[in-house]
T-cell receptor, first 113, second 115 residues
Framework: QQQVKQSPQSLIVQKGGISIINCAYE??????FPWYQQFPGKGPALLIA?????SEKKEGRFTISFNKSAKQFSLHIMDSQPGDSATYFC????????????FGTGTRLLVSP | DTAVSQTPKYLVTQMGNDKSIKCEQN?????MYWYKQDSKKFLKIMFS???????INETVPNRFSPKSPDKAHLNLHINSLELGDSAVYFC??????????????FGEGSRLTVL
């Protein structure tokens, strides 16, 4: 129930294309869904986050789509660039009590020039 | 100025040894964490401290002992190192924003290799 399933494990996209990474969760008490981006040799950093009261959130070329009934959310990277090549983690948590952020298994994205 | 800094960046040691990793944050955050990232990139929380108090303690062998001398520091001591302890250990910090919703700021990681 605490798991967040992420797919695909790896993804190769051409420059200018759309990268799509999907995540699914089971715990309906989750109400906070961030995405973290990790470059090689660095720690993860928050990219964008969404709460379940909206179905979509956009920040520049990055969009989270959220489907509460399906318990799924996804990250779309429009006009993907080589500089977007990194590992992306979805995550989920609850906003009450002492809760941990549960991370997905990660997706290695490579954007080819 | 580095926000979350951890030292050392690399540790190479023999099985059975004891090692420590130090972490400091200058962001004024009240919550700090240790995460373990294995060779497959899985990120797993180990411990979390809020205002120097342990609030999350995942199923981690008791060979791992965190210590938070103050809100800005969280150290990790590992006794009797095993091959399976080889991983990258990340320190992180956040403001307490309710549950697990505070933005996490990660250090650059400490790569531990046990031979």
């Amino acid at each position: 129930q605490q798991q967040v399933k992420q797919s695909p494990q790896s993804l190769i996209v051409q420059k200018g294309g759309i990268s799509i990474i999907n995540c699914a969760y089971e715990n309906t008490a989750f109400d906070y869904f961030p995405w973290y981006q990790q470059f090689p040799g660095k720690g993860p950093a928050l990219l964008i986050a969404i709460r379940p009261d909206v179905s979509e959130k956009k920040e520049g070329r990055f969009t989270i789509s959220f489907n509460k009934s399906a318990k799924q959310f996804s990250l779309h990277i429009m006009d993907s660039q080589p500089g977007d090549s990194a590992t992306y983690f979805c995550a989920a948590s609850m906003s009450t009590g002492f809760q941990k952020l549960v991370f997905g298994t990660g997706t290695r994205l490579l954007v080819s020039p | 100025d580095t926000a979350v800094s951890q030292t050392p960046k690399y540790l190479v040691t023999q099985m059975g040894n004891d090692k420590s990793i130090k972490c400091e944050q200058n962001l004024g955050h009240d919550t700090m964490y240790w995460y373990k990232q294995d060779s497959k990139k899985f990120l797993k929380i180990m411990f979390s401290y809020n205002n120097k108090e342990l609030i999350i303690n995942e199923t981690v062998p008791n060979r791992f002992s965190p210590k938070s001398p103050d809100k800005a520091h969280l150290n990790l001591h590992i006794n009797s190192l095993e091959l399976g302890d080889s991983a990258v250990y990340f320190c992180a910090s956040s403001h307490w924003a309710g549950g697990g919703t505070g933005e996490l700021f990660f250090g650059e990681g400490s790569r531990l290799t046990v031979l």
